[in-house]
């Protein structure tokens, strides 16, 4: 017959098991949410249409406006050019980060050097 001390240490175990377990899968499972809505830095604009799709900006080279689309898998971001305005019809794929109000990419891939060059700033909410 097992001690008192025995049936108690085994149930601290399974009962430290257990918290252990439900902390790791919240932490595995916390992914932030892709933001939307509209991020800007000094002359570019993106806005999130939450659907999507994606509007980018540049005020700085003739107000060009160029509409996206967008899909989001975790942390990585795929952008296409439906229209083809010089881009081809390859999607170009980044790593994004929203901290704050600060939402960021990084290339992983992209042949398009001037979606390239819009992605690789920084953008404000």
Same mark, same amino acid.
Request: charged share 25%; aromatic share 16%; with cysteine.
């Given at each position: 017959m097992k001690s008192? *001390? /025995?049936? @108690?240490?085994?149930?601290?175990v399974l009962v430290l098991i *257990?918290?252990?377990?439900l902390i790791l899968g919240a932490c595995a499972s916390e992914q932030a949410e892709f933001p939307s809505g /509209? *991020?800007?830095?000094?002359?570019? @604009? !993106? @806005?999130f249409h939450g659907d999507g799709t994606a509007t980018f900006h540049d005020s700085a080279e003739n107000s060009t406006t160029l509409g996206v689309l967008y899909t989001v898998d975790g942390n990585k971001i795929s952008v296409a050019d439906p229209a083809d305005f010089g %881009?081809? @019809? #390859? =999607?170009?794929?980044y790593?994004? &980060?929203? &901290?704050?109000t600060t939402l960021s990419f990084e290339? !992983?891939? #992209?042949? %398009?050097l001037g979606r390239e060059e819009f992605m =690789?700033? /920084?953008y404000s909410k």
């Open positions: 008192m *001390f /025995e049936k @108690t240490n085994f149930r601290q *257990f918290m252990l377990s /509209e *991020f800007n830095s000094q002359f570019k @604009t !993106i @806005t %881009c081809g @019809t #390859d =999607a170009g794929q790593s994004w &980060e929203y &901290e704050g290339l !992983i891939e #992209d042949n %398009c =690789a700033i /920084e």
